[in-house]
């Protein structure tokens, strides 16, 4: 498939999520981008993620696909962990107030129709062999092609991205999780949830529906350490699950089955020069908490405005650092919570009463238990903002009603800054292709600057028309 034949002025290399979002903001951003992918073209069902947590649905929604994903998913509003802890999700400040089980593969599918109608150039079957960049671009080289050049490169190419290889950035970490094992099967019983999941002794099994009549099984025995190469039989893992969840729910006819170790690594920098690098190249870590596709999706969204605002003339190209600075800590945090809910759910021995007392703790301390929902579905997080600033400014912003019956995610789809204020207000037509104007549906005097990852660039109450013009100045340029 090929779209547009300028020369593209960034390149983003793999076609998951993280690189289909980034490819089709820019490409709606008017960025000229070409997407390398060495499989050959198809969605591949073989996926490993299976859950939109409620921020990453938020940006999908502010680019007109949520409720595309919402038709075909399945949501959950109760997580129930382990020793009675239960994250209840309804209470949620979102329009998303759970979590949504699909797989991969059809949040893929959706993004990639956005990506080819907004002309982004995709290639596949281009295996990316090396990079070298200088002071005015990169110049990517790929096997059996002709080398492609352009301004910047993402990496969006897995835990084994060529592209961080060719940056020669390391990849700290170590293997949390030994010999997982995964398959899709058939059921005879139904389980009586839509995501079953638990954990006795040394045995841990996950079982969430695949929407097609299969389940995926995702299973782990402690003692059960061996290479990722060992073939995998039904009957191992019908003898994991049982020892987990107490029966195999009649599995047969497995379609597919695997075995992999899930590690816990992240790269110490995102940012070498003019190639960045995004989800799994920048970050891996357990699959707990259903994180790493939302993580990464959270990535994109953060870096894509920020490409297309220097590519355009709007941003000096420091704008780029922050990339850095607000999504590598978040990557940080993932990391840790993540790492922590597996081994809490196969703690043994003396961990088991202090498992107990943290599962008691977060029960009955609502701060707490609102921390912890905030950073598994990820409307917890916030950026830095200067000293003295307004206290919304770095905050998520909610899907705020607008007056005249709209929605702020709605205003956010073109991809432009958002100015929310308390009455009408004209947008300078030198501004009209990066920003749209909105007013409170409320009485409420705050002035809100919403960048276009859905984040508070800037707020002020009662704020002076000058006051306005010199944030617009400062952030849209």
């Known amino acids: 498939m090929n779209g547009t034949t300028e020369p593209p002025r960034v390149i983003v290399v793999g076609s998951g999520p993280t690189g289909l979002l980034l490819a089709g903001d820019l490409a709606v951003a008017g960025i000229p981008v070409t997407l390398l992918e060495k499989r050959p073209h198809g969605i ?46 309804g209470a949620l400040p979102s329009r998303f107030p759970h979590v949504l089980v699909l797989p991969q593969y059809e949040v893929e599918k959706v993004l990639e129709r956005r990506a080819v109608a907004a002309g982004v150039d995709f290639r596949n079957e281009c295996e990316v062999t090396g990079l070298t960049q200088d002071a005015d671009g990169v110049t990517v080289h790929v096997r059996g092609a002709d080398s492609l050049r352009a301004a910047y490169v993402v990496g969006a190419d897995g835990m084994r991205s060529a592209v961080r290889e060719a940056v020669g950035m390391p990849f700290p970490g170590r293997s949390a999780i030994r010999s997982v094992v995964l398959a899709d099967v058939l059921l005879a019983e139904q389980p009586e949830t839509v995501l079953t999941a638990a954990a006795v002794g040394d045995a841990f099994a996950f079982l969430v529906p695949f929407g097609d009549g299969y389940h995926r099984v995702i299973c782990w025995h402690r003692g059960r350490d061996v290479p990722d190469h060992e073939p995998v039989g039904l009957d191992e893992i019908k003898e994991i699950t049982r020892l987990a969840l107490g029966r195999d729910y009649g599995m047969h006819d497995a379609r597919w089955m695997s075995r992999f170790h899930s590690d816990e690594r992240q790269v110490p920098e995102y940012r070498v020069g003019r190639v960045f690098l995004a989800g799994d190249a920048a970050h891996v870590h357990t699959p707990a908490g259903g994180q790493g596709m939302n993580t990464g999706l959270q990535d994109a969204a953060n870096l894509s405005w920020k490409l297309a605002a220097v590519l355009r003339g709007h941003a000096a190209p420091a704008l780029l650092d922050t990339y850095q600075s607000e999504r590598h800590p978040v990557g940080r945090t993932v990391l ?142």
């Open 336 to 477: 840790r919570s993540s790492g922590a809910i597996v081994r809490l759910a196969m703690a043994k021995g003396w961990q088991l009463p202090v498992r107990a007392a943290l599962a008691t703790a977060l029960n009955h301390l609502p701060p707490a238990r609102r921390r912890a929902i905030g950073q598994v579905t990820g409307i917890g997080y916030r950026y830095r903002a200067p000293r003295g600033a307004h206290p919304l400014t770095g905050a998520r912003v909610p899907d705020l009603a607008l007056a005249g019956g709209g929605r702020l995610h709605e205003a956010l789809r073109g991809g432009r800054f958002v100015l929310v204020t308390p009455g009408p207000y004209e947008v300078d037509p030198a501004r009209a292709d990066r920003l749209t104007a909105a007013h409170w549906a409320s009485d409420r005097r705050t002035t809100l600057l919403v960048r276009p990852d859905g984040y508070a660039a800037w707020a002020a109450e009662d704020a002076r028309a000058a006051d306005v013009e010199r944030a617009l100045a400062a952030h849209v340029g």
């Open 44 to 89: 591949s069902n073989l996926s490993r993620a299976f859950v939109l947590h409620a921020r990453a649905l938020e940006q999908l929604d502010a680019r007109g696909a949520a409720d595309e994903l919402e038709a075909v998913g399945r949501p959950i509003t109760r997580l129930n962990l382990f020793d009675g802890l239960t994250l209840d999700l």
